[in-house]
């Protein structure tokens, strides 16, 4: 199956523009509930304002929410990138944590969010990102029967190689979002139908 996807989706990679894992972070916190393409209509203008982890600590919050709000959930994200920002810029000195257990401690950051910064940003594979597409291919797919995120990751983890973890998330979710979608996917264009065990649903 996944074979067949990264043949079908050879360009699959996070959408989120970034220069750094900073701003990947910053980026993938904006994304809960947003679309990429809002995400990086709003990053463009925020990464002007704010560089570093030190000057959005330093950001004045109404001011953050104010350049994050059509992401949504604006109140919500733009206190936790700035709580996150200070965390980074004094007990990392600056730098974004390279671990899972450093990174789910900051504000707004859970196994997703973590492990998309550390797969995109440091090349490091500690688990497998599991969003909606994700979560939703992957039952669909009999990949998993698991009833949460959490659960469903573990699973894939047990299920694939190490070296494939970084690439199932964005395979799944470019498949997702073309293909298999929540209502109505394109089974006559699937390139797993004959292998996909819900394809008659």
Same mark, same amino acid.
């Given at each position: 199956?996944?074979?067949?996807?990264? @043949?079908?989706?050879?360009?699959?990679?996070?959408?989120?523009?970034?220069?750094?894992?900073f701003q990947l972070l910053v980026a993938t916190i904006l994304s809960a509930q947003s679309?990429?393409?809002?995400?990086?209509?709003?990053?463009?203008?925020?990464?002007?304002?704010?560089?570093?982890?030190?000057?959005?600590?330093?950001?004045?919050?109404?001011?953050? @929410?104010?350049?994050v709000r059509s992401a949504g959930y604006y109140n919500q994200k733009a206190r936790r990138?700035?709580?996150?920002?200070?965390?980074?810029?004094?007990?990392?000195?600056?730098?974004?944590?390279?671990?899972?257990?450093?990174?789910?401690?900051?504000?707004?950051?859970?196994? @997703?969010?973590?492990?998309?910064?550390?797969?995109?940003?440091?090349?490091?594979?500690?688990?497998?990102?599991?969003?909606?597409?994700?979560?939703?291919?992957?039952?669909?797919?009999?990949?998993?029967?698991?009833?949460?995120?959490? @659960?469903?990751?573990?699973?894939?983890?047990?299920?694939?190689?190490?070296?494939?973890?970084?690439?199932?998330?964005?395979?799944?979710?470019?498949?997702?979002?073309?293909?298999?979608?929540?209502?109505?996917?394109?089974?006559g264009e699937c390139v797993l139908f004959e292998l996909c065990p819900s394809r008659g649903?």
């Amino acid at each position: 199956m996944l074979r067949r996807l990264a @043949k079908e989706y050879p360009e699959a990679g996070t959408r989120l523009l970034h220069g750094n894992a900073f701003q990947l972070l910053v980026a993938t916190i904006l994304s809960a509930q947003s679309t990429d393409a809002q995400v990086n209509r709003v990053t463009k203008k925020l990464f002007r304002e704010y560089r570093t982890p030190a000057e959005f600590a330093r950001a004045d919050l109404r001011e953050l @929410k104010k350049i994050v709000r059509s992401a949504g959930y604006y109140n919500q994200k733009a206190r936790r990138i700035k709580e996150s920002a200070k965390i980074i810029s004094g007990k990392y000195r600056g730098r974004v944590p390279r671990s899972m257990h450093e990174l789910v401690q900051l504000p707004g950051v859970g196994r @997703k969010t973590a492990n998309i910064v550390l797969s995109y940003g440091f090349g490091k594979d500690e688990g497998i990102a599991v969003d909606t597409h994700v979560f939703r291919l992957s039952r669909r797919l009999g990949l998993s029967s698991a009833n949460t995120a959490e @659960k469903v990751e573990k699973d894939l983890m047990e299920l694939l190689p190490r070296k494939k973890w970084g690439t199932v998330n964005s395979i799944l979710i470019f498949h997702g979002r073309a293909v298999c979608t929540a209502r109505n996917p394109k089974h006559g264009e699937c390139v797993l139908f004959e292998l996909c065990p819900s394809r008659g649903i």
